[in-house]
């Protein structure tokens, strides 16, 4: 079944929709074929680990990178709604230092792929959500890094709820961008 990717204004990170079937039963759709991911994305994509999360409306997530242990990403969401983004931090694209964010939800079946070179975050934009997604590599701590959501420099548009949003530790102390080191890829 082939998949649908449209690119973004960041052409390597792409919007995958999948072919739903649904009657008066419900629906299906198969959420990940590794043939056709990776004819789609235009080399071999092995993942190494799934990740599952949950978190409340205004939880803001990211923007998280590995930079030693770099991960491509596939994110989707099974529950509510994100406002789901990737960060270009390859010195050598010609995208470098831009962002892209798109809407993901339970209901659009929606999926981002994110290849290894960018930071990721996403925002809750539903009252709880449930993001799932795969990852080209392990989490590595030692290798983790965090850029801070609202650095000026990439100034992303963030959804706004008129309310400050709830971060962890670690994202409220994030790096800046000039701060930030980058993949050289």
Same mark, same amino acid.
């Given at each position: /079944? ?5 690119? &973004?204004?960041?052409?390597? $990170?792409? %919007?995958?929709?999948?072919? #739903? ?16 991911? @990776?004819?789609? %994305? ?13 978190? =409340? +409306?205004? #939880? !803001? ?9 770099? +991960?491509?990403?596939? $994110?989707? %969401?099974?529950?509510?709604? %994100?406002?789901? *983004? ?6 050598? @694209?010609?995208?470098?230092? =831009?962002? $892209?964010? #798109?809407?993901?939800?339970? &209901?659009? =079946? ?12 996403? /925002?809750?934009?539903?009252? /709880?959500?449930? !993001? +799932? ?20 420099? !990439?100034?992303? +548009?963030?959804?706004?709820?008129? *309310?400050?949003? $709830?971060?962890?530790?670690?994202? @409220?102390?994030?790096? @800046? ?9």
């Amino acid at each position: /079944m082939p998949i649908i990717a449209t690119p &973004t204004l960041i052409p390597e $990170v792409l %919007v995958i929709e999948p072919k #739903v079937f649904g009657d008066d039963r419900g629906w299906f759709f198969e959420s990940f074929n590794e043939n056709d991911f @990776s004819a789609t %994305v235009g080399e071999p994509v092995t993942f190494a680990q799934d990740n599952h999360s949950l978190s =409340k +409306q205004g #939880v !803001l997530r990211g923007l998280h990178y590995q930079l030693e242990n770099a +991960q491509g990403k596939l $994110v989707r %969401v099974t529950r509510g709604s %994100v406002y789901d *983004v990737a960060v270009d931090l390859r010195i050598n @694209s010609q995208t470098f230092g =831009k962002w $892209v964010g #798109v809407e993901l939800s339970a &209901t659009n =079946k929606k999926q981002l792929w994110i290849p290894k070179g960018f930071a990721h975050g996403f /925002m809750v934009i539903s009252d /709880m959500a449930e !993001l +799932q997604y795969k990852a080209t590599d392990y989490w590595h701590a030692d290798s983790e890094k965090c850029i801070n959501w609202c650095d000026s420099f !990439l100034n992303i +548009q963030w959804p706004d709820f008129g *309310v400050a949003p $709830v971060l962890s530790q670690k994202d @409220s102390v994030g790096l @800046s961008w000039e701060d930030s080191p980058k993949f050289n890829i």
